[in-house]
């Protein structure tokens, strides 16, 4: 699923980590583990495995957001659709294997009520939330704990 380039609020961004594909995924696919290493989540819960149509719930910074997996490519690419009170999302992860390092990439849109309403705050609040999470992962990732 792509994002949605006409959305009012669309962010992207990247990030090299040192540490192996392998190793990304394994942090970046377990969302149970999510609020362990990132502290703006405070909840994660993924019902079965991370695969397509698998819902998982979350908290992040006070929302509550109900998920779909759409994407799940073996240390290739993560992306999933969501809503919550105004508004849904689609997020999307993707991992380049850099001489046994990783690329990561990752990309969201943002529509709904709420979001239009609020684009240009919600458009530098993702910004700053996708490079936090960017660069959480990369301690986690690079920590080999999770």
Known sequence: M???HNAPVLQNAEILINASPAQVWSVLT?????????PNIR???LEGEA???ANFHWNVKGASIQSILHTVIDQAAF???GTTFGGSAIHNWYLENQNGH???KVEESMEGW??????NKMNRDLAVDMAFWLKKLKDASEKGEF
């Open 102 to 104: 990783t690329l990561v």
């Open 114 to 119: 709420l979001v239009r309403l609020f684009k």
């Open 43 to 45: 909840t994660a819960k």
């Open 30 to 38: 377990n969302i149970n583990q999510w609020p362990a290493w990132n």
């Open 79 to 81: 992306g999933w659709s």
């Open 2 to 4: 792509q994002v949605n």
């Open 51 to 53: 695969m397509v149509g």
